[in-house]
Structure formats: C-alpha cells, structure tokens
C-alpha cells in the first residue's frame, strides 16, 4: 500500500477483509484453515511486513480488521491463549530472526497451533536475568542446553519457548548470553507445576537437561542474547501494560460495575478513591493510545516501562478497593483447589482471585523496582546504581 | 485523655512467650496453609491448647465467673501472637467478641453456666453477625415466634464452624435481644474464604430452641460492645500480621542478591523497609492504645479504636502487600507462606468494619462532618 492518507488506508483494508471474506467463507471452512488463510491475505496482524502476516500498516489498523472479521462472526485466533507468543516471541522474532526463522515460526504462532512460554528467570536471576546460569554449549550443530528455569508461565502447555541461555562464561555476563527458540517436546525438558497464591498452578519450574537445539534456532548472534532479551522485555512491558482497551476495559472497569450494582455499600470516602482511580486509568488509556502512536512505526523502547507501572498500580488498588467495598461479600473466595488455568484472565473471576493475581502484575515482565531504574536510568538518563557486576568475566561474580 | 501505659508489663512479656513457644510447636506455616486445601486437623488441637493447656480463653473473664481476670491488654499480646504465627483458631471470635457480649449480661443468670464453660475451655462460642460487621452495623437477621423458636440466617460468620454455642441477636419490637443456640440446632455451611485461617460460614436456623441469654433491655448493647471491643483488640492482631510480613522481609533481603549485591541494600529498598517500619510502629501504638483505653474503659476508647481500625487495618495490608513483592518470585508461591498474611490481613481489614467505615464514624465522633 503506497497511499498514506489514513481515509484511503481503512477503505483498503476494509475491501480487502470483505474481499477475503468473500473467498472463505468460514462457515464452511476449518477454523485453522481460515486463520492460515487470514495469515497469508496480510490480515493477521496489519502492521508486520507482507509476506508475515501483514501489511506493513500502522499497528492502530489492527482494530478495524478484528471488528470486521467479529462482526462477520469469523473466529479468531483466541489471542488470549498465546499471550507469550503474540505479544513477546513474535516481535522479536521479527525483529531478529532469518527469513527462514519468520517463514517457519511466525505463522503457526499466529494461528495458535504453537503455544510459547518464556524460559528466561532462574532462582538465581530473576530481576538480574543477565546473570542466567543455564548453560548452552555447541556440539557440532546443536547447542546442548543445561540449566533450571523458574516462574515460567504456560510451560505446561507450550509447544515452543523464546529461552535465554549463557554460551560464554569467560566474558561478562551481558556479553555471554545467547537467545534460542527451544522445542518444548525436546527430549530433556522436564515441566514442574509451581503452585502460586491463588491455588493453581499457572507457571512452572522447567528443568533442562541436554537439552539439544539445533543452531538454526538461535535468533540473533551468538552472544547477542541480552539486546535480544531486551526486546523481548520492552514488548512483554508494552504487551502488559499498554492497554489498548477502551474506557473501562481494566480492573477500574470491573470496579465501577461493582459500584454502579451496589448503591448499598457507597460511602463518600470510598467515592473520592473510585474516581482517583477512574481518572488514572482514562489518563492511562490515553496514554497508551499516545504511547503506541509514537511507536506505529518502530520497536517499543524503555518507555513503556511506566506504562506497566502504571497499570499494576492501578490493577493493584481497584482490586483491592473492589473486595473491601464488597464487604463481607468479598471474604469469600470461590475456589483454592490446585488447577492448571486455560489461561490467564486478569481481570476475570472473582474479586479475591482478581486481587490476589494483581500482585503478580508488580512482578511478573520486570518488577516495579526494575522498571523504575530502567526509566529512571535509560529514559531520564540519571547515573546508574553502583555497579560491582561489570567488566568481570561471569564465572568470576561474587555469588 | 488520661497516659495510658503503651508498652507490655513483665506478666504480658512472658504471656507473650508461651502463646509464641506453644504456637511454634504446634503449627508451621505449611500446616496452616493445609487448611485452604480442606485439612482442618491442626485448628482443634491448637485450639485446645490455647483455650484449655495455657488456660487463655478465660482472660476476659473476671475471676468471680470463673475467669482468669485479665483485660484487654492481655487478650491484645495474645492477639499479635495469632497474628504473627496466622493461627487458625477462634480466639478473637469466641474469647474475645462472644465473651465481651456474654460478660453483660448479670451475674446469676443463665449466661454465667456458658461464661463459666468458656473460660475453663470446654465450651467455645460465636457470635452470628458477618464477620464484615462493625460497630453499629449489627442489625439481626434473626426473629423468635411465640413459643421462643428462632428463624433467620447470617452470612459469613467467623468462628461459627468452631463453636459448639451460638449467640444469635435476635430482632423483637423492644430491641436487640441475645439467645444461644445449641450449634448442632443450626445449619452451619463452611464457607470459601478468602482467610480459610478464619474460614466462614453461613448459618440458618429454622425454628430453632433457643435460650434468652439477654433480653431485649440488654441484648443490643451487649452486642455493640461485642463488636466495639472485637474491633478495638483486632488491630493487635493485624499489628501482629505486619509485624511477621516486615521482620520476614527484611530478613529475606538481608540476604537475597541481585546484580551481585545483597538487595536490602539498595536505596529504594531501604527506604522503602524505612517507611514501612514507622507505618508498623505506629501501628503498634494505635493497636496498644485501642487495647489500653479498652482496658481502662476509658471513655476515649471508641475514638482509639476507630483510629486502630482505620490505620491499622491498612498498615496490616499494605505490610502483607510489601512482603508478597519485595519477595518477587517467591512471593507469589503458595509454598512460601507470604500468601497466608496477604489473605489474612485483607480479610482483617474488612472484618469489623472496614476502615472507610471507621473513618466515616470517626468523622462523628471528632465532630468532623462531611458536609
Ligand atoms: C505471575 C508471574 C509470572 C511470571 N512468568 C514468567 C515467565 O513466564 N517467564 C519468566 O522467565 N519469568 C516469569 N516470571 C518471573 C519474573 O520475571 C521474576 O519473578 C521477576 O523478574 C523478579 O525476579 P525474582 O523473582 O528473582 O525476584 P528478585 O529479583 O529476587 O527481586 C526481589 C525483590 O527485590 C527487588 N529488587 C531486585 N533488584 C533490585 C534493584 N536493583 N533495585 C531495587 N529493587 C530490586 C525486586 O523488585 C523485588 O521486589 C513471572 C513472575 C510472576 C510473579
């Protein structure tokens, strides 16, 4: 598309999913057939290249697409089941995969037939993930992966995994890292349920042992791991973070339902808090909608990290506030038993659950703390903590 | 405002310690938290030693009635221990609220049998209000027919799967009277809770025999006391709470690095750690004097005890909610038992009256009103 009058964009488009329509009907076509269809007509995700699944548009045409294609009744691609995959994997594999990587990788990912998870913490690394000590050697083409992982979301149903391991421990700890797209059925990869605090278990340890990889499926170079990483996180921020949704669409929306069904339970106090937290998150939304503005054309950098703060803050206090204004209603819980969650709903549920997994939000893509030195050190410039990790080979870190 | 004594007596310090050693032998963490997977054994025998072995369940109560004769200050200690060991047992509902509302009624009558077997440890009690309610937010859900049955029910109600007596408040023309039903005449459901280590439930009763305790003159009052002191004494126990939550993590801290240094020593964390200690220290104070002015029954008492409930309630929380993200990773396990404080102390801050609720009565009480 050559035109960038916004006015001609939509009308193109919006032929173009009519056109579409109109040769598959999805009526009659296989659910995963229509989404490889979708994938190669460039209506998957609008703003990846032609020939990936898009069209090389703005990302803010994406919702043109998916209203047409719902209101059609076509299915959809269930983003919500492949969060890790859409909103983390696929970027960065576009930004530093092969042609050959993007060809065999992207489309499955898309259509969901491949499920990803995210092996980057360890015990020993979590907010410091450049210190990973999962260890990958080459053994003539293969890379022979070792280590444990931790926290690590949907491992139990993935087929695939975005994995950060250390490929030198003689030079210093960002400098040895490699990044690799991992067979999760690989012979060696051993996925433990980790319990957490609402009673089920939605992440994991996973344990590797001679794990092989074939080279083909390192993205990036050999010891590029951590810019790739890196990416990666600035999108997993934004993927969290970003909002997207309309007014209301968050916790502060469930929040406001829950007042709005219970004239019984206001009080003045509680009115000033709800509507602190309804304008911060309207002023979030049109932050959001600012932020991917200014990012239609490039890769989201450090500046979506106060994003993401500003979304678990907000998750974190509506939830919070929900179950008090729901008084005795909110001491009861619906469920502890110990499960494998189909997926994660922040905002789904019920308000002891939305509660308890809004304190992950804090946590989970980067901790709150980490990402105010991110923004306070890599946007706003300020001179860095003390450092006593840099320019040492890794195997010679105080542990 | 008379200067209450703020810090603990000899006899509180050892009490102090033999509520701590016998609940550290007793009850670990991971034990506690079997009660979220439905495996309620270790609430009986710890209960039993509590009320029974260290004889704590009588502290309310005068020593004429059977009691030990302590005072609130006491039954406080005992409540921060709960509180920092998360202990499931039904202390606060049956030896603090029903007890306080039983001890109104007149020597003589027929609540002294009750009191007396409550404070030997044999009998334990409940009183049937949501645990949700706070002072002045006790209107029964209960009503008695001609021939003294009783009908109604109550939602959420703490300390009712572990009571054998019930104290219902039941709704005449003349006001609030107080009956107890025999637990075994009601229906009592267990409940999902958000603190399974204070689970709930729901209790009906359908004509139930029931026993006047208080008359309808009386009865209201008691049960406003009830819940007043209940309020007043839960802070020690949320105290208690934040107490565990920060000393855990600025243990974990002290030791956890990241980047190649000890975490507890960045600044941010540091300040952070500060803040969150002089939020717990004055938490301490208000919990301390809500129980001192109650002890006294000094008439400044409502006032400290909606100040204790509207800062304590969220120093509690927020020190739970500190503990569970400073800890990162871990935090968010149910192995580590940061969960089980998180759960309790957002239930505790609902309990009683939340502290928007006590706010908006304090606002009356200090002639602060809102418009
Ligand atoms: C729900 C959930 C899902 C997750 N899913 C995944 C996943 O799918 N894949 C994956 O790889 N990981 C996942 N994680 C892990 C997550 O990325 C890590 O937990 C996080 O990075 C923190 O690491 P940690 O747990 O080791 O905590 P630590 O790094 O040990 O941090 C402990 C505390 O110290 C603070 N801290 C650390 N360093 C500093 C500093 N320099 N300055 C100030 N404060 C500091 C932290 O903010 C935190 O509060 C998930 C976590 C959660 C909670």
New binding site residues.
């Given amino acids: 598309m050559t035109t960038t009058d916004p006015r001609a964009v939509e009308e193109d488009l919006r032929q173009r999913v009519t056109d579409f329509l109109a040769a598959h009907d999805h009526t009659t076509t296989d659910r995963l057939e229509f989404l490889r269809a979708r994938y190669d007509a460039g209506l998957a995700w609008v703003n990846f290249p032609v020939g990936h699944g898009g069209l090389g548009l703005p990302r803010s045409f994406q919702t043109q697409v998916e209203v047409q294609l719902a209101k059609a009744g076509a299915p959809d691609n269930n983003p919500r089941g492949n969060g ?1 995959g859409l909103g983390m994997a696929a970027p960065t594999i576009l930004a530093f995969g092969t042609e050959e990587q993007k060809k065999k990788f992207l489309r499955p990912l898309w259509t969901g037939e491949q499920i990803w ?5 360890e ?1 020993g ?5 450049a210190a990973v000590s999962t260890r990958a050697v080459r053994e003539g083409g293969d890379w022979v992966v070792n280590g444990q ?7 139990h149903k993935a087929q695939m995994a975005i994995l950060v391991a250390r490929t030198n421990p003689e030079v210093s700890k960002h400098a040895g890292l490699s990044y690799f797209l991992c067979n999760m059925d690989a012979p060696g990869v051993d996925v433990r349920p980790l319990r ?1 605090i609402t009673g089920e278990a ?2 994991n340890e996973v344990f590797l042992t001679d794990v092989h990889i074939p080279d083909s499926q390192r993205l990036g170079d050999e010891g590029q791991g951590w810019k790739v990483a890196t990416a990666t996180l600035n999108n997993e921020r934004v993927a969290i973070g970003g909002g997207g949704g309309g007014r209301e669409s968050g916790m502060v929306g469930v929040l406001s339902k829950t007042w709005r069904e219970h004239p019984e339970r206001r009080g003045a106090g509680q009115h000033d808090k709800l509507m602190r937290l309804w304008v911060d998150a309207e002023v979030a939304r049109v932050t959001g909608q600012r932020l991917r503005q200014k990012l239609a054309a490039g890769e989201p950098g450090p500046e979506g990290s106060a994003m993401k703060l500003t979304f678990a803050r907000i998750a974190q206090e509506a939830s919070g506030m929900e179950l008090e204004l729901l008084g005795d209603e909110g001491l009861r819980a619906s469920d502890w038993t110990m499960k494998r969650p189909q997926h994660v709903d922040f905002t789904g549920r019920d308000a002891t659950y939305r509660y308890l ?1 809004a304190k ?1 939000n804090s ?8 990402l105010r ?1 991110v923004i306070s050190e890599r946007v706003l410039g300020l001179p860095s ?1 003390p450092r006593v990790d840099t320019g040492i080979a890794w195997k010679d870190l105080p542990r | 405002m008379s200067d209450l004594n703020l810090l603990y007596t000899d006899v509180e310090d050892d009490l102090r310690s033999s509520v701590r050693d016998l609940v550290a032998a007793r009850s670990e963490p991971a034990t506690v938290a079997a009660v979220y997977d439905g495996d309620r054994s270790v609430v009986d025998p710890l209960w039993r030693a509590i009320a029974g072995d260290l004889g704590l369940a009588g502290l309310l109560i005068p020593e004429e009635r059977g009691g030990a004769g302590a005072s609130a200050r006491e039954a406080a200690v005992v409540l921060e221990e709960l509180g920092r060991s998360v202990a499931p047992v039904p202390f606060l509902t049956s030896s603090v609220v029903a007890t306080t509302v039983l001890l109104a009624a007149e020597p003589g009558g027929p609540a002294d049998e009750l009191l007396a077997g409550l404070a030997a440890g044999e009998r334990t009690a409940a009183l049937v209000l949501p645990l949700s309610a706070g002072p002045g937010e006790e209107a029964p859900g209960f009503t008695v027919d001609g021939e003294g049955r009783i009908s109604g029910s109550a939602r959420s109600v703490a300390g009712a799967l572990e009571a054998d007596v019930l104290l219902v408040p039941v709704r005449t023309a003349q006001g609030t009277a107080v009956h107890a039903v025999r637990a075994d005449d009601a229906r009592v459901e267990p409940v999902v809770s958000l603190d399974m280590t204070r689970q709930l439930a729901d209790v009906t009763l359908e004509a139930a025999a029931g026993q006047e305790l208080l008359g309808a003159s009386a009865g209201g009052d008691a049960v406003r006391s009830g819940l007043e002191v209940g309020a007043a004494l839960l802070a020690s126990e949320q105290y208690g709470v934040a107490q565990w939550c920060l000393t855990t993590t600025i243990a974990y ?1 002290k030791d ?1 690095r ?2 190649g ?1 000890v ?1 507890g020593g ?1 600044q ?2 540091k300040h952070r750690l500060a803040d969150l200690y002089a939020a717990v220290e004055s938490a301490g104070a208000a919990a301390r004097h809500a129980a001192a002015t109650t002890a006294a029954g000094d008439a400044d008492s409502v006032v400290s005890t909606a100040v204790a409930q509207s800062f304590v309630s969220d120093v509690a929380v927020k020190a739970a909610e500190e503990a569970v ?6 935090g ?1 396990t149910w192995e580590h038992p940061a969960h089980l404080y998180l759960k309790r102390a957002k239930a505790d801050q609902i309990a009683f009256g939340t502290p928007a609720a006590h706010r908006a009565r304090l606002a009356e009480l200090v002639d602060l009103p809102v418009a």
């Fill in positions: 890790i998870c995210q092996l980057f913490s015990p690394a979590g907010s410091d993930l992982k931790v926290w690590t979301s949907s491992a957490q939605e992440f997994r992950g946590i989970e893509g980067g901790t709150s703390e980490i030195n903590e | 801290l956890r990241q980047f240094r975490v960045y941010a964390i993200q400073l800890h990162g990773g871990i968010m």
